[in-house]
């Protein structure tokens, strides 16, 4: 699992690329994104932001991948809606 959080200064930049991790994961925040899938997926949304972001980046633009190993994953404290979303649901 990992976490990507961004912050574009340009609205439709900030848009495209919350579209483009909504293929990929969920969103927590506004601005926060989480992707549980493999190493693979994280080097491709690498590689995308490298080639479509980055060359367009300013001084106020950020993007922060966080990887989350297996063993941290168990110290994440959720609260609110987000504890709900780990818990299995069932229906009958």
Known sequence: MFIVAYDFEDTRRRSKFSKFLKKFGRRLQYSVFEIKNSQR????????IDM??????????SIVI?????????KVKRYG???NEEKPVVFF
């Open 52 to 61: 479509k972001y980055k060359p367009y980046f300013t001084k106020n633009d």
């Open 66 to 74: 966080i990887y989350v190993c297996e063993a941290c994953k168990t």
């Open 41 to 48: 997926v994280l080097e491709n949304i690498a590689k995308e």
């Open 81 to 83: 809606y987000a504890a």
